[in-house]
């Protein structure tokens, strides 16, 4: 039977210094964590083909999917964060594991990320620190390194930081060409940094209109190119999940221990 969580981080969110306030501390301790339960880390496409297939396979017996949001250097490089000192970036939590713990040297993780410049900046400006902590020069490398792929989180995210009305919420993507600028446009520009085509699409706020998700992803898949979208409700993905709205956990939401994300993995 498929039932697979995946896991949601943002390494952006650095308010103290324990696993309920700072999501590197939380990755640094789950991960480790996960292993020692028995479970182990796959990459997102190893669970979409199992959606493709109808059934799960044996490698995804008590498997977990990562996933980071919104895209910060954070994800990628060791940053000196304001009044909490220096981060230890997720990619090097992820490779510490890999090289610590021998089942893990498969460790995947997917970060969605915001495609327009111009947005990135107004976001950093607005919700950051202004340090230009929102790039995309480490996309390519990243997603060719083979431990992140760089997903689409985007247009824009329609932030509330940007200018317009509607903004802070995507339930108000809900017209075809909304779609193909938060989708497709973010898309291209993504490929233009990677050198591929994104393959998965991740809500901002978790949110979508019933356009997008009912029509927009099954209906023009040509269109947009992508293999799934996700959310984040809460709950492990099952053979009976939308593919244009997979359920994630949020760290700090769903769990803000170890103890507390090895029980809700196992239940």
Request: glycine residues 8%; hydrophobic residues 40%.
């Amino acid at each position: 039977m498929l039932k697979v969580p995946i896991l949601t981080y943002h390494s952006q969110n650095v308010q103290g210094e324990s696993t309920a306030d700072n999501d590197h501390a939380a990755l640094a301790t789950d991960l480790p964590a996960i292993y020692a339960a028995g479970f182990r880390v796959v990459p997102l496409d190893r669970l979409v083909d199992a959606l493709d297939r109808g059934k799960a396979p044996r490698e995804l017996k008590r498997a977990v999917v990562l996933s980071f949001d919104d895209g910060c250097d954070f994800d990628v490089r060791d940053i000196d964060y304001p009044g909490h000192g220096m981060q230890r970036a997720f990619a090097a939590i992820l490779k510490g594991v890999r090289q610590a713990v021998p089942p893990a040297r498969d460790l995947h993780a997917t970060t969605f990320v915001i495609a327009s410049s111009e947005a990135r900046q107004s976001i950093d400006a607005g919700s950051l620190f202004g340090h230009g902590w929102i790039s995309d020069d480490w996309w390519e490398a990243t997603d060719r390194g083979g431990l992140i792929a760089v997903e689409n989180h985007g247009w824009d995210h329609n932030h509330p930081d940007l200018e317009g009305d509607d903004r802070g919420s995507f339930h108000a993507v809900d017209t075809h060409e909304q779609c193909l600028e938060q989708v497709v446009r973010a898309a291209g520009t993504i490929a233009a940094r990677t050198g591929r085509w994104p393959r998965y699409f991740a809500y901002p706020f978790g949110e979508s209109s019933r356009y997008i998700r009912e029509t927009f992803f099954p209906e023009f898949p040509a269109v947009h190119g992508c293999r799934a979208a996700l959310g984040t409700d809460p709950g492990p993905v099952t053979a009976k999940s939308n593919r244009w709205d997979l359920p994630r956990y949020v760290c700090g939401r769903d769990w803000t221990t170890p103890d507390e994300l090895i029980a809700l993995l196992k239940n």
